[in-house]
């Protein structure tokens, strides 16, 4: 059969014919064509650095989608395990930690920590069941940049693609403004320009990073703020740390703990970038696992030690429940060196996670809007960086109310009930079970009912607190 070279795309994705993998290429490969539940390939060879693996290789060898190859040279260049990590990392630490004492002063440090913990467990694992549809939406499509759009339109169908695609605009949005808006401020204060200037300059320059940067340099840029995260919060810690009561930390008033959940459920937000890590790492699930995991566990730590020096710090924090307390006000009010820490702080966890969601964004509007996500089409970075600079522009206090009822219904539903929902369909479709992943989450039926009965009932419990709140 003659091929044409329209006929061939570049690509680099895994082969299936009904059996596990039996060839996997990682030059041009022409494309894909559907034949009784199968996937199957016609291919040429136009290159010499065509590669191919027999069938006598571990067939874990072949769980993972060859995606990061140079269009120019046809050399493969694999994501790094540790940018991933710092990616997660840096993306879950944002704007989220600095509410979390305001809203867990009530139920008290011991309650809250709780809490945290069992936010964050059941925040992993809807990032891994993401991340097992992903790469196996990616295996099925045969190319990489799979968004969340695209899963839920694959498992869910068209009504679920609608519910994905709203939920992921509000909650990115609402979230990219309170960044803008309160890095304005931080740098407003600490150049003494005006209010539109700094959100201008922070978002031209964490936007052109995003834009231009490759991956090892956005990589090495994350690493560098996330090591000003530790490094400013560590002399938080040491600053403020100083009249730490512990006898303050016991406290704990478990009935409090429903009100602060879903604030402590969007401060472990990462789930966005989940489909640019798959790519990245190309499909292989152990090192997707690892990154999630310990990208995760940094934030946890980081949240849990604020928690902690917060509410065991500040004396008489919870003596006003009806209004929240704002625990840099509260910072500055009793140490004035503490001040500027707390600004770096919040600066570098803000610009860290600000790059994940902009990245996330773009990559889910290219694939939303078929647009091209290559240097030299900048439109969807556009999209992603100057809606929100306008909105923070125009009046910031009106998007807080936003994050709160984001928290609620946006997150637990599009990072909660769907997650579980877009696995369960994959899992248990009546697909050929060639093309099935291994699961990332165990527990099978009832795994995936426990994740979507706990969103459903916290959002089940803050619209019954909303009406019958007097």
């Keep these: 059969m003659k091929m044409t070279s329209s006929s061939l ?40 650095n065509f590669r191919c693996y027999s069938q006598k290789q571990s067939t874990q060898d072949f769980d993972r ?4 190859l140079n ?16 990616l997660v990392g840096g993306t879950t630490v944002g704007a989220g930690i600095l509410a979390i004492p305001a809203v867990t002063q009530e ?4 309650a809250s920590a709780v809490a945290c913990i069992f936010c964050w467990i059941y925040m992993v694992v809807t990032g891994l069941l993401i991340a097992e549809v992903n790469v196996s939406t990616m295996r099925e499509l045969g190319s990489g940049g799979v968004s969340l759009v695209t899963m839920a339109t694959r498992t869910l169908g068209k009504v679920g693609a609608q519910i994905v695609c709203w939920s992921y605009i509000f909650i990115h949005y609402a979230l990219l403004v309170a960044y803008v808006a309160r890095s304005s401020d931080i740098l407003t204060n600490f150049l003494g320009i005006p209010l539109w200037e700094s959100a201008t300059l922070f978002s031209l320059v964490l936007g052109g990073v995003c834009y231009y940067g490759s991956q090892r340099f956005i990589g090495a840029i994350n690493g560098i703020l996330v090591l ?18 512990w006898d303050s930390l016991l406290k704990a008033n478990f009935e409090a703990v429903p009100i602060s959940i879903p604030i402590i459920a969007l401060s472990f937000v990462y789930q966005n970038v989940v489909p640019v890590l798959c790519t990245d790492l190309e499909g292989n699930l152990s090192k997707v696992r690892t990154a ?3 990208g995760t566990a940094i934030p946890l730590v980081l949240f849990l030690v604020w928690d902690a020096v917060i509410l065991g710090t500040i004396p008489g924090l919870a003596t006003n429940i009806d209004k929240i307390v704002d625990p840099i006000q509260q910072l500055r009010s009793t140490n004035g060196v503490v001040g500027p820490v707390v600004e770096a702080f919040s600066f570098f966890a803000i610009a860290t996670s600000y790059i994940g969601f902009v990245l996330g964004l773009a990559d889910f509007l290219s694939d939303l809007f078929k647009l091209p996500t290559d240097q030299s089409k900048p439109l969807p970075y556009v ?14 206090e009106i998007f807080f109310k936003a994050l709160d009822f984001a928290g609620t219904y946006g997150v637990l539903v599009l990072f909660g009930i769907l997650p579980a929902a877009m696995s369960w ?9 060639s093309l099935k992943l291994p699961p990332l989450v165990p527990g099978g039926r009832f795994s995936l009912s426990l994740v979507m009965g706990g969103a459903g009932y916290v959002i089940l419990s803050e619209i019954l607190e909303n009406f019958t709140r007097p």
């Design 65 to 68: 989608l060859l995606s990061n």
């Design 228 to 245: 000003g995260i530790f490094s400013s919060f560590a002399a938080l810690v040491g600053l403020a740390g100083g009249g730490l009561h």
């Design 383 to 396: 999209l992603s960086l100057l809606p929100p600079l306008v909105l923070s522009l125009l009046d910031p």
């Design 292 to 294: 999630i995991i310990l």
């Design 9 to 48: 795309v570049p690509a680099s994705i895994l082969v299936h014919s009904g059996k596990p993998a039996p060839l996997l290429c990682t030059t041009i490969l022409p494309k894909r064509f559907k034949n009784n539940n199968t996937l199957r390939l016609r291919y040429t060879c136009p290159s010499k």
């Design 71 to 86: 269009q120019t040279t046809l050399k493969r260049e694999p994501g790094s395990l540790i940018s991933a990590i710092l």
């Design 425 to 433: 369909s994959d899992r248990y479709s009546n697909d050929s079970e």
């Design 107 to 110: 139920a008290g440090f011991l």
